[in-house]
């Protein structure tokens, strides 16, 4: 789409792509580490240690989501399986973010 991205930022949350002029991150989270609602499976065995790690990968997205909106950053949080049925959707939707941003 000829737009000029990062991937492997040092940026806070270390998301996955950055447009660094317009402002933008995008994270794909994994539908496992980061409890999809339509995928997630609570493991069965060591549940306590999994519950909290759960839980604590949860409260450093939102963390992160917070202290990167208050620098001014627009975020995108993607499921993996959301890429992986509609990529070219999710290129438009990010394209159109660039975009308007950089206006």
Same mark, same amino acid.
């Given at each position: 789409?000829?737009?000029?991205?990062?991937?492997?930022?040092?940026?806070?949350?270390?998301?996955?792509?950055?447009? $660094?002029?317009? @402002? /933008?991150?995008?994270?794909?989270?994994?539908?496992? !580490?980061?409890?999809?609602? +339509?995928?997630?499976?609570?493991?069965?065995?060591?549940?306590?240690?999994?519950?909290?790690?759960?839980?604590?990968?949860?409260? $450093?997205?939102? @963390? /992160?989501?917070?202290?990167?909106?208050?620098?001014? !950053?627009?975020?995108?949080? +993607?499921?993996?399986?959301?890429?992986?049925?509609?990529?070219?959707?999710?290129?438009?939707?990010?394209?159109?973010?660039?975009?308007?941003?950089?206006?």
């Amino acid at each position: 789409m000829g737009l000029r991205y990062r991937v492997r930022s040092k940026l806070l949350g270390r998301p996955d792509i950055v447009f $660094r002029r317009s @402002k /933008v991150a995008v994270f794909v989270d994994g539908c496992q !580490w980061h409890c999809c609602p +339509l995928h997630w499976v609570r493991p069965k065995s060591n549940q306590e240690f999994w519950d909290r790690k759960f839980r604590q990968n949860r409260a $450093r997205d939102e @963390k /992160v989501n917070r202290t990167l909106r208050k620098q001014g !950053w627009r975020i995108f949080r +993607l499921w993996e399986h959301q890429i992986e049925r509609a990529p070219a959707k999710i290129a438009t939707m990010i394209a159109s973010a660039v975009s308007k941003r950089r206006a």
